[in-house]
Structures are given as structure tokens and as C-alpha cells.
């Protein structure tokens, strides 16, 4: 068991430096995200699943705090509202429950950063091109293959395994979150 342990070890390790090829994405991302809040903006976060717990784990950092103490940096998850969500679902479409809430509290100049491990999510997809006819920036942390959507950041993870691909969704979401928060008191 402490050989395979090791293998799971290494591969992690293999995917943070891959990640390290990405840091000209994530300096976009961070100047995104950084002129949007220094515009008084803010960032909505979406996807499913475990993507949906990286989503309100995200926005809980921009609202919280990560490593410092400054003012509280507007940011909300899409996923956090069972009620808004089911009532969406039901009345409409399980494909329409980001879609909507864009709709309802997306603004010119805001940022909708959708993750979906698979870049195929109907509902994230639906979203990203909500938040564009509404003018919001669009950000996408996805897998290994780009999916030619019409967005203004994609990110994406050299990796096929779900579990590998939000754990560097998550990677990246603190590193993102440190260097924004660094310029705000």
C-alpha cells in the first residue's frame, strides 16, 4: 500500500508542475479579476458536483479572507441557493440554472468564472454565454481539451481524471485568490 501511495503522490506532483506552464493564464485571470473588483464588480462562480464545492469554497475566500486581512472582495457562488436552483430546474430546465441567476445578477463588468472538469456541462456552458451577452468577463478552469467557446479565458488542466483536474481547479483558484487579495486592504 505505501508503494501506491507513493505512485498517487507523484502523480499529483507531476500535475502542479504542469500547472506551472499555466502561469500566463493565471496572470490574465488575476488582472481579470483584479480590475473588475478595483471597478467595484464582482465575481460569480459556477459548476456541478465537486466543482459546485470549489465554486462556494472560492467565493467563500473572496468574501472572507485567504491570507490577509482586508475588506470583504464581492464575489458569490451560483450553487449555494437550493431553493433558487430546484425552482429553476422545475420551472425551466436543469440547463438554465446558472444561465438565470446571470440573468438576474450578472452586471457589465463582473466576472463569471465556470468550472467544469469536463468543459462539456450544459448549464456552465449556458452560462458563459449569458454572462458574455450581458458583457460580464468570462473565465473557464476546465480539463485537458479546449473547447473553442467563445469566452474570454480559458484554463485548462493536462489531465483526464476528474479527481486530478479539481484538485488543480482548486490549486489554482488559491493561487488566484492570493494575488488578487494582495493589493486590497
Known amino acids: 500500500m505505501k508503494e501506491k501511495i507513493v505512485e498517487l503522490i507523484e502523480k499529483r506532483k507531476n500535475n502542479f508542475n504542469l500547472l506551472k506552464n499555466k502561469s500566463n493564464e493565471i496572470c490574465e485571470a488575476v488582472r481579470i479579476i483584479k480590475t473588475a473588483l478595483e471597478n467595484g464588480n464582482k465575481i460569480i462562480f459556477c459548476g456541478n458536483g465537486g466543482s459546485a464545492s470549489d465554486a462556494n469554497h472560492l467565493a467563500c475566500e473572496f468574501v472572507s479572507r485567504f491570507k490577509k486581512e482586508r475588506k470583504a472582495l464581492p464575489s458569490i457562488s451560483l450553487c449555494s441557493n437550493n431553493s433558487i436552483i430546484t425552482a429553476i430546474a422545475n420551472d425551466y430546465s436543469f440547463d438554465d440554472v446558472f444561465k438565470r441567476q446571470i440573468e438576474a445578477l450578472g452586471q457589465k463588468g463582473d466576472v463569471l468564472v465556470a468550472i467544469s472538469t469536463s468543459g462539456k456541462s450544459k448549464n456552465v456552458i449556458k452560462a458563459l454565454y449569458q454572462a458574455k451577452n450581458q458583457e460580464l468577463k468570462t473565465i473557464l478552469l476546465t480539463g485537458e481539451n479546449k473547447t473553442g467557446l467563445d469566452i474570454d479565458l480559458e484554463i485548462n ?20 485568490c492570493e494575488l488578487c487579495e494582495k493589493d486590497f486592504n
Not at 488542466?157 to 488566484?176: D, F, P, R, V
Open 157 to 176: 488542466i493536462l489531465n483526464k481524471s476528474t479527481e486530478q483536474i479539481q484538485e488543480m481547479h482548486i490549486a489554482l483558484g488559491h493561487i488566484i
